[in-house]
């Protein structure tokens, strides 16, 4: 009686089969996956991966210590309210369909929010509905589907999960498999069967040898080159052509020919070739791997980046540290919309958080003394302290600043194209060595298997996947390293696009530290200067900032009303004093503004009072910077401020530079919308606070930074205030990373049209083919890094 395999996992159903739907499971754990999939219309999982599923363990009551508070409350990243976000390690992630299947968790459960796999990592974080959905319930859907998480309770809070060294024991493999190979046919590549002895050993021992080499490439077709094979078959059953097809295919064919040969006695086989192929191609995927872990970890963002934060002394006053530098115990003030770098208590009486850069839900969360609040969150009612309960998680703010959310959606083009020529490279491979094979078993059949072995191996489309992610993310690492932090490398190629570059003025052109201020008007009383200060204290508006840098030395006090307007000002209320600070019209001044200055006016307690005039001091290299920018590309000025500077700028920038001043942040958003649909390519350059809108809608949106948190997901990047006046190299080095990767392409056309000429010719050996084809792969990968590195170094 023929064994009956489960429809979802592939095992044996034995004498407990379950019939549904037409179909046989092992369980009905495996009924049950098979029933979700079927009623949230995913059974395309099938189509993708047959027998896929693994069977569900007995897992009730494997979880029940999920339902402890104390446990689950260490296991999750983020809760608040209804809203909880957890990352969990999945082992069994490990193709297309996996991925799939897990990013669509929600149709399984409506309480799933949102799902993103990091595949690499082997990892899912999870955005799930807490009070519908327990994290023990969470764990089990996820079990009963098959991928069951991996839970550690000896290493709670640590992400970091043992290597993978796989790819080091299948390469281990294929080396001595394939030096041992090399050895043994040697006597086979020499014509010396004049010698007596000689002919003794051939003679005698050559069947012996070729089934040993035979035995050695049993293990490095099965085991180390499996991922090539599993990969091409399902890339086919998907009705996808992959890069692995034709590498699949070339093993298939080494291995079935070579067989054959020592089986009939028509010669040794190309055992040592099909070694060397497998051991070749995994060599240049443990080299890739290590470039990559290179390029990782030279992006690490604890070494460099640049957000401050304010610490709150205990002797009294404050001091700017970088995050990375928190530690546990530390008093910390939060400034309006500045983003709360780690989890702590909240010390201030309340408070408003928006946790949209972790949620994506916008409605503000109140927060009262005494509650935790999680890093991720911007504070939206001004300043407040906290009490740090543990060390800032900088992996974390970086998995929040490349949140696929805050994402700008702009395809990539070198992607795309990648795509499009590898499928199309694959169909090519394979007409070309199936009409060769025609030819030359018409002409020569005794040369057909060679040339249709040959064709498959030195046809190399793997270097045409590597040139784009290796020479983008080299360049990447190498900004980095000259402080400028870029989201990721599709940033890059928008970069280089780049067409129309649009700056603001305060903090991005002028500097937030350096200005000159006087006052205008009516003298301060001693508690309107108090609450001015303190007011000033919880904004980080770059002339809030000034200000509040000059008139310290006030006690602090807890403010019972706050509001910060963007492009207006700021109003405040303690006990019975009220204040307002900025624009003429929001203090409630009639007269025009002057012109010929920046003005910050205040009134108290609704009486005019003066007003803070500021003479901007800018950046070092800025008109150099707009000189050599108007060159290759429109610029503009789009401030929110008066036009106090219009005639000093204009002395500083290019002729006919257009200047727009009294711009509201909603006017600069729509302003770069309207130059979008005339087809240009826009960069704003903002301080990434009233400009956050612009910034997100901009093709690449920068944040200049100094000493403050200017973090802001709606941003690209990040420019050091120091390198502003270089922001053209940057740009001119984006250009040549496009150059470069057109180059790659280049280069591996030419190599593959010439080998594939020497292979359809019949000129070309399987054991040369299976060196050549890594060899392409190394180099290319050679060139992307050299060039790059090359580019890097004529940055200033």
Same mark, same amino acid.
């Given at each position: ?16 089969? !379950? ?51 104390? *446990?689950?409350? @260490? ?27 897990? =990013? ?142 034709? *590498? ?58 640049? *957000? ?41 009486? @309340? ?86 094979? *025609? ?47 870029? @989201? ?9 696009? !780049? ?33 001015? !200060? ?96 108007? =060159? ?93 006046? =270089? ?68 940055? @200033?």
């Amino acid at each position: 009686m023929d064994k009956v395999s489960c429809y979802h996992c592939g095992d044996p159903c034995g004498n407990t089969k !379950v019939v549904f739907d037409n179909k046989t499971f092992c369980c009905n754990g495996c009924k049950t996956v098979y029933e979700i999939f079927s009623d949230h219309d995913l059974s395309y999982y099938y189509d993708l991966q047959q027998a896929a599923g693994t069977s569900p363990a007995e897992i009730e009551g494997k979880y029940d210590f999920l339902d402890t508070p104390a *446990i689950a409350e @260490k296991l999750i990243e983020f809760q608040d309210g209804r809203m909880a976000i957890i990352n969990l390690y999945i082992p069994n992630i490990h193709c297309s369909s996996c991925i799939w299947v897990l =990013e669509n968790l929600n149709k399984l459960n409506p309480q799933v929010l949102n799902s993103q796999v990091n595949f690499p990592k082997k990892t899912i974080r999870i955005t799930y509905n807490r009070d519908s959905l327990s994290l023990k319930e969470l764990v089990i859907l996820l079990s009963r589907i098959g991928y069951e998480p991996y839970l550690s309770l000896e290493d709670l809070g640590k992400t970091t999960k043992s290597k993978d060294r796989s790819l080091i024991y299948k390469l281990g493999v294929a080396g001595f498999a394939f030096g041992n190979v090399m050895f043994l046919s040697f006597p086979e590549y020499f014509d010396i069967k004049e010698a007596q002895a000689a002919d003794f050993w051939l003679t005698e021992y050559k069947t012996f040898f070729r089934w040993l080499m035979f035995a050695f490439a049993l293990p490095v077709v099965f085991y180390a080159g499996q991922d090539y094979l599993k990969s091409a078959y399902k890339g086919l059953r998907a009705r996808m052509l992959n890069i692995d097809v034709p *590498i699949a295919l070339g093993i298939i064919a080494l291995f079935t020919r070579s067989t054959v040969d020592i089986l009939f006695d028509y010669g040794p086989g190309f055992f040592d070739s099909l070694t060397g192929l497998i051991f070749f191609l995994l060599l240049g995927k443990f080299f890739q791997q290590k470039t990559y872990a290179f390029l990782s970890f030279e992006r690490d963002y604890k070494s460099y980046f640049p *957000i401050a934060v304010t610490r709150l002394l205990p002797e009294g006053g404050e001091e700017s540290v970088q995050v990375y530098q928190i530690e546990k115990g530390d008093r910390l003030l939060i400034r309006n919309q500045e983003l709360i770098p780690v989890d702590g208590i909240l010390i201030s009486p @309340k408070t408003h958080i928006d946790y949209s850069f972790v949620t994506g839900e916008s409605a503000p969360v109140p927060k009262k003394s005494g509650d935790k609040i999680y890093a991720g969150g911007k504070q939206i009612s001004g300043a407040v302290e906290m009490d740090v309960l543990k060390p800032v998680s900088q992996s974390y703010l970086t998995q929040l600043w490349s949140n696929a959310a805050f994402h700008n959606q702009h395809s990539s083009e070198f992607r795309t194209l990648t795509d499009r020529i590898g499928k199309r490279f694959t169909l090519a491979v394979l007409s070309i060595a199936t009409t060769a094979t *025609i030819f030359w078993l018409l002409t020569e059949p005794s040369m057909a298997l060679n040339v249709f072995t040959a064709v498959l191996i030195i046809a190399c489309p793997c270097a045409l996947a590597l040139a784009a992610p290796f020479t983008l993310g080299n360049l990447l690492r190498i900004f980095g390293n000259r402080k400028f932090y870029l @989201k990721d490398t599709d940033a890059i190629e928008q970069l280089a696009k !780049v067409d129309t570059a649009i700056f603001d003025k305060t903090g991005t052109l002028t500097k937030s530290n350096k200005e000159q201020v006087t006052y205008e008007g009516i003298v301060l009383n001693e508690d309107e200067k108090s609450l001015l !200060v303190n007011t000033l204290r919880a904004s980080n508006h770059p002339l809030s900032r000034s200000l509040y840098n000059l008139l310290a030395d006030h006690d602090i006090i807890t403010l019972d009303e706050y509001e910060e307007i963007q492009g207006k000002g700021l109003s405040a209320r303690a006990d019975d004093q009220q204040i307002k600070i900025g624009s003429a019209a929001f203090v409630g001044k009639n007269e025009d503004e002057e012109t010929g200055k920046t003005v910050v006016h205040i009134s108290a307690n609704e009486t005019y009072k003066g007003c803070f005039v500021f003479r901007n001091e800018y950046r070092e290299g800025m008109s150099e910077l707009f000189h050599k920018l108007s =060159e290759q590309m429109d610029v503009a000025v789009l401030s929110g401020d008066n036009e106090g500077e219009k005639t000093r700028l204009q002395n500083l920038l290019p002729k006919l530079t257009p200047l727009f001043f009294n711009q509201k942040p909603e006017e600069k958003l729509e302003f770069v919308k309207s130059l979008q649909e005339q087809g240009k390519k826009v960069m704003m350059v903002g301080d990434g606070l009233n400009d956050a809108g612009a910034l997100a809608q901009s093709e690449v949106g920068i944040a200049i930074s100094e000493n403050v948190n200017v973090f802001s997901p709606a941003c690209d990047g990040i420019l050091d205030a120091g390198k502003f006046g =270089e922001l053209d190299s940057y740009i001119t080095a984006s250009q040549k990373a496009m150059g470069i990767i057109k180059w790659s392409f280049v280069f591996s056309f030419i190599y593959n049209v010439a080998g594939l000429y020497f292979a359809v010719s019949g000129q070309l050996e399987p054991v040369i083919a299976a060196i050549l084809m890594p060899l392409s792969s190394i180099s290319v990968v050679g060139f992307t890094t050299i060039a790059t590195n090359y580019v890097g170094r004529r940055l @200033k």
